[in-house]
């Protein structure tokens, strides 16, 4: 599948944690870019975080990120590969598997957890990435596996992420200029 599309799509805060910015990067089997968007800064009132209270962060994350941004999309990928859990719900808006997915270390998901995979670089030249996909689509957890394998094998799956957090630093400071 080299003309597989992946779409990395990452949320940051900024000024302390006040202030939310998305985006995506949508690249091709081998992690060249193909398209970038983010999001302006959202900055929920006291109000919002009062009457939202602790679903406020999955709402910004889900209906005002991540929605937004992927229909924004030209060319729908696909695959969405994240990194923040609260974006799993993001999968019941969509028709595409959806993955959070980190490197070994960084995940908490319990290794008897049926949504848990892991993928592991056939060349060898990347560290194992632990997956995990929405409890009411694990379908998605074979097809994540079967399209990212050969992906590892080649390029690392973590590193879009770092591109992604660069360029909102840049988006991010260039708007408070």
Known sequence: MDD??????????FDDGS???GA???TDSDTTPTEFRCTNAINPTQLQKTLYGNILDEHILVELIAVPLFNACTKK???VI???DLLLSFRKKVSIPIAVLKEETEFHV???DPTRGIITSE???FQPVVTNVHNDFMEDKKLVAEMLTPILSKRSLTEPFERIRIALDQVHDKDLA
Do not use: C, N, W
């Open 24 to 26: 995506f990067l949508v």
């Open 123 to 125: 060349s060898g030249k």
């Open 82 to 84: 994240v990194t923040d």
């Open 19 to 21: 202030s939310y910015r």
């Open 77 to 79: 990928p696909d695959i």
């Open 4 to 13: 597989m599309s992946l779409m990395f799509l990452a949320v940051h805060q």
């Open 110 to 112: 319990p290794e008897d």
